[in-house]
Nanobody, 115 residues
Framework: QVQLVESGGGLVQPGGSLRLSCTAS????????MGWYRQAPGKQHELVAI???????NYADSVKGRFTISRDNAKSTVYLQMNSLKPEDTAVYYC?????????WGQGTQVTVSS
């Protein structure tokens, strides 16, 4: 089993920044891709960004140029730096990882972008 714990969500004004962190624990040997998904009220779960073990990265078109994903393998931690936040970025953000064909999810952290 892999446990994922997120931190860093909160309330921010439009144009502001937040940094999310997610640390994996448990059976993390051979952990592979890590990333972030989000779900806004009344909308479907959507991919935000994924970073693979070889550090190749995929971003949703809606966040390209504003969000940056990175990982520290020594700390089993993935980060999401979110800049130029917009009200439409408001959602619960979930950390995600894959290990040996199994997927794991964090409990979610709320990000609210509002003036």
């Amino acid at each position: 089993q892999v446990q994922l714990v997120e931190s860093g969500g909160g309330l921010v004004q439009p144009g502001g920044s937040l940094r999310l962190s997610c640390t994996a624990s448990g059976n993390i040997f051979d952990i592979g891709a890590m990333g972030w998904y989000r779900q806004a009220p009344g909308k479907q779960h959507e991919l935000v960004a994924i970073i693979n073990i070889g550090r190749s990265i995929n971003y949703a078109d809606s966040v390209k140029g504003r969000f940056t994903i990175s990982r520290d393998n020594a700390k089993s931690t993935v980060y999401l730096q979110m800049n130029s936040l917009k009200p439409e970025d408001t959602a619960v953000y979930y950390c995600w990882s894959r290990r040996l064909r199994l997927e794991y999810w964090g409990q979610g952290t709320q990000v609210t972008v509002s003036s």
